[in-house]
């Protein structure tokens, strides 16, 4: 999983990591109006879930990467 995250260098931008969340939220969307679609699609919601996953796991490295961890 490491080698996708390698794909942000450290100079990421606040608007990546916007859209980043912002994409997470629209998946969000879209999983609860297929989940409650009386012929949802199983596999799909399974796909976008860990989509979903991937993106909140790279929206906290990318968090993580920007704030500085400060150690009193």
């Given at each position: 999983m490491a080698s996708a995250l390698n794909d942000d260098e450290p100079g990421v931008s606040g608007e990546e990591l916007e859209?980043?969340?912002?994409?997470?939220?629209?998946?969000?969307?879209?999983?609860?109006?297929?989940?409650?679609?009386v012929a949802g699609d199983q596999l799909?919601?399974?796909?976008?879930k860990r989509r979903k996953l991937a993106l909140?796991?790279?929206?906290?490295y990318i968090e993580d990467q920007i704030t500085p961890d400060i150690i009193a």
């Open positions: 859209r980043l969340k912002q994409e997470h939220r629209d998946l969000d969307r879209a999983i609860d109006a297929l989940e409650l679609s799909q919601i399974q796909r976008l909140r796991d790279k929206i906290s």
